[in-house]
């Protein structure tokens, strides 16, 4: 079965950072683009950075640019966002997805066709 399982959420003060996990089983990611998603309540989900197979490519949301960096590691079937400088707007719950077309990503959630349950990312004072 197919499963992605993100962790590495929490609550943490402005300016502070978290690193979150995407962690795979039942596949491998190998051939997968990742993308990480966020979605806070009352608003539309919004792509926030994704990262090719072999990883030489990646996308940043214009919010978040300069501050997250997405990384992965196919021996270990995990790809992983590092959060700095956080923001109150950051928060919201993460999740990551997997997309069969690997060669190249984009944030269009509805390209996706895997979904881990998601993980939440509070900031706050």
């Known amino acids: 079965q197919l499963q992605l399982v993100e962790s590495g959420g929490g609550l943490v003060q402005p300016g502070g950072s978290l690193r979150l996990s995407c962690a795979a089983s039942?596949?491998?990611?190998?051939?997968?683009?990742i993308g990480w998603f966020r979605q806070a309540p009352g608003k539309e989900r919004e792509g926030v950075s994704c990262i090719s197979n072999t990883g030489g490519s990646t996308n940043y949301a214009d919010s978040v640019k300069g501050r997250f960096t997405i990384s992965r590691d196919n021996a270990a079937n995990m790809v992983y966002l590092q959060m700095n400088s956080l923001k109150p707007e950051d928060t919201a719950v993460y999740y990551c997805a997997a997309d069969r077309i690997g060669l190249y990503c984009d944030l269009k959630w509805y390209d996706y066709e895997h979904w881990g349950q998601g993980t939440q990312v509070t900031v706050s004072s």
């Open positions: 039942g596949f491998t990611l190998d051939f997968y683009a």
